[in-house]
T-cell receptor, first 114, second 111 residues
Framework: KAGVTQTPRYLIKTRGQQVTLSCSPI?????VSWYQQTPGQGLQFLFE???????NKGNFPGRFSGRQFSNSRSEMNVSTLELGDSALYLC?????????????FGEGSRLTVL | KNEVEQSPQNLTAQEGEFITINCSYS?????LHWLQQHPGGGIVSLFM???GKKKHGRLIATINIQEKHSSLHITASHPRDSAVYIC?????????????FGKGTLLTVNP
């Protein structure tokens, strides 16, 4: 059974650019949640998608957005990148909504903003 | 918002020692997650528990809902257990299930 796949694994952008990250969940999982991890703030919840709808959202500015497709694959987008957006972005898939089921994490996408 | 506190922040042990990592949270929850993160970033879910105790190999997780406290124990620790261990609790109530994470415990097990 294939795990959670995130692409790209590494990327470098400059301030003001935008970036799109992709997450393919485990087959059959309808929930995809996104997290940002930085040395200073640790892991923080960004948002959760379930059945193509955003169900929960963390405390991040509107520059952070996402979507989920009918096959449950999800993308997140960060526009007008800032230096502070440099982080490891992780996604996790689950069978159920709301972080009440086991979470399966991808390897992450490491974003560096110069 | 659920405040999640972990202790200790750093822990160094000798191979074979019994390890305990603690997690306290401020708001009643339905379930708590324990996660393991190795250098390089990948996170693995170790346990999700809502009451009592769960065991998987040398790992044991317990939770006391009344005291809002959970512990992760590692018996007969091994250098391959060296990792960051993170607990996470969802906000309670309504449909808001955002996870709040502890800062993590960096465990180093020396041979």
């Amino acid at each position: 059974k294939a795990g959670v796949t995130q692409t790209p694994r590494y990327l470098i952008k400059t301030r003001g650019q935008q970036v799109t990250l992709s997450c393919s969940p485990i087959s059959g999982h309808r929930s995809v949640s996104w997290y940002q991890q930085t040395p200073g703030q640790g892991l923080q919840f960004l948002f959760e998608y379930f059945s193509e709808t955003q169900r929960n959202k963390g405390n991040f500015p509107g520059r952070f957005s996402g979507r989920q497709f009918s096959n449950s694959r999800s993308e997140m987008n960060v526009s007008t990148l800032e230096l502070g957006d440099s982080a490891l972005y992780l996604c996790a898939s689950s069978l159920v909504l709301g972080n009440t089921g086991e979470l399966f994490f991808g390897e992450g996408s490491r974003l560096t903003v110069l | 918002k659920n405040e999640v506190e972990q202790s200790p922040q750093n822990l160094t042990a000798q191979e074979g020692e019994f390890i305990t990592i603690n997690c306290s949270y401020s708001v009643g929850i339905s379930a708590l997650h324990w996660l393991q993160q190795h250098p390089g970033g990948g996170i693995v879910s170790l346990f999700m528990l809502s009451s009592g105790k769960k065991k998987h190999g040398r790992l044991i997780a317990t939770i006391n809902i009344q005291e809002k406290h959970s512990s992760l124990h590692i018996t007969a620790s091994h250098p391959r257990d060296s990792a960051v261990y993170i607990c996470a609790a969802p906000n309670s109530g309504g449909s808001n299930y955002k996870l709040t994470f502890g800062k993590g415990t960096l465990l180093t097990v020396n041979p």
